[in-house]
Structures are given as C-alpha cells and as structure tokens.
C-alpha cells in the first residue's frame, strides 16, 4: 500500500461510518455520527506529532514532562462540508486554530472553484490537518492544499471519511507526499462523480439542505 495511504479500520469508527451511509440515518444522526467520528480520527492523526520535554511540577515533585511541540496545530476546514469534522476534532484538540477554505465543486465540470481563504498568522511553525469528508475526484482537496501551500505550513495532513481509487491517485499525482488519513476506500465514482457507495453528497447530509 501507498505509504502516504493510512488507513484506519477501527471497529468503532467502521460501525459508526456505516450508519452514517444509510440512507434513512437523522440529519441529527448523521451529524453527531460525523462528531464521534471525526474525535476517533483526531486521535489516530495525532499519534506521530512530535512532543517536547518541559519542566512541570507535580504535587510531589519537579519533572521533565511531555508536551506537544511547536505552535497550536491548525484545523483547515474545507467548507461547507469540512465543517462537520470540526467540532468533533475540537472536543480532542481543544486549542487548535481553525482555517477555513471555501471551495465548491462545479456540477458540470466537477472542477473545484474557491470563494474564501483564511488562515492563522504564524504558519510556518504549524501543522496542518485539512479536513473534508469525501475526497471524490480529488480536485477539491488538490486545491485546497495547493493554496495552503503558498502559506509554508510546517506539515501538512489531508482526513477524511471515505475516499476511492481515483480520488487517491489524484491528489497524490499532485501531493505525493502529503498523507490521506481515511476509513473507507469506496469502489469508484458514478457519472456525477460521486462515491459509490458512498453516502451520498455529505454537505446536504450535514446541514440538512436536500
Ligand atoms: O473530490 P471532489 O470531486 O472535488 O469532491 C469532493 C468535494 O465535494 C463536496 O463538496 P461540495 O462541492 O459538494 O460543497 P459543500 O461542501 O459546500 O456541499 C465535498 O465536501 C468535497 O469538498
Ligand atoms: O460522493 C460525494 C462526492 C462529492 N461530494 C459528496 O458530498 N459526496
Ligand atoms: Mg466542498
């Protein structure tokens, strides 16, 4: 397997994705799912950062203890549907700083078109985790990371909730070293280009809007 490809087969994280995918599962349902979720990943993306040693003072003693090294990591949300890993990633990463990356997909060309950008001060001493739940043909996170790259992260990590071949093989053609975090490799995309069997178009799920 690609060594930038993680993918995270938790029993929990399986479980719970698969209620998300029914199609009679709760605007309400689908969102706290896509929340307890998006907790779950929170930890596994987490398991490489690199710790430093400060000195604290327990109740007893001084000790040399580990902490988290560097600036506040940023959580870049890739909107709308970006947001609904959001809260779930904060109740982990409570301090984390929040970007936002507005971008759509064009129905026609499912090309990705921006509409905002904005990110903390300070990235060149951040990591980065961008946040999308489908990474579909790929264009929208290809694009998104294309231009938080401008910003000289100090890493960047792409997670979602379910991807495909294709999807993969797009975004690694242009960022072949950035890691896909990932539950689910679905098993393609329909004409419009969405996951099949995917769970159908995540934003509408999230917010409620079809
Ligand atoms: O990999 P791609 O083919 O680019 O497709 C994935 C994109 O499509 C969805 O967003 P959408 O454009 O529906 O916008 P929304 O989040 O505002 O609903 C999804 O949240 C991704 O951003
Ligand atoms: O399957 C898909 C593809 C793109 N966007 C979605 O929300 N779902
Ligand atoms: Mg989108």
């Known amino acids: 397997m690609n060594a930038q490809l993680h993918l995270i ?27 307890e979720i998006s907790a779950l990943l929170a930890y596994e993306l987490t398991r490489d950062m690199p710790t430093q040693t400060v000195r604290i003072e327990t109740p007893l003693e001084a000790m040399d203890a580990r902490m988290i090294d560097g600036k506040k990591i940023v959580l870049a949300s890739i909107l709308r549907a ?70 000289r992260p100090r890493s960047i990590r792409f997670v979602c909730l379910l991807t495909c071949p294709e999807g993969i093989a ?21 004409e419009h280009g969405y996951i099949v069997p995917g769970l159908g178009d995540a934003g509408d799920r999230l917010f409620g809007t079809q």
């Open 9 to 35: 087969d938790h029993p929990l994280i399986q479980h719970k994705l698969s209620l998300m995918r029914c199609k009679d599962t709760s605007t309400k349902n689908f969102r706290q799912l896509a929340r």
């Open 82 to 151: 970006g947001n609904g890993l959001l809260e779930g990633m904060l109740d982990i990463l409570p301090s984390a700083r929040v970007g936002h990356i507005g971008l759509y997909r064009n129905p026609g060309t499912l090309e990705a078109v921006e509409y905002y950008f904005k990110m903390p001060q300070d990235m060149a001493e951040r990591d980065v985790i961008v946040l999308d739940p489908m990474l579909a043909t790929g264009n929208s996170a290809a694009a998104a990371v294309e231009r938080l790259k401008a910003c």
């Open 170 to 190: 797009r975004f690694h053609q242009q960022h072949p070293e950035v890691p896909i975090f990932t539950p689910a490799i679905d098993r393609g995309l329909d």
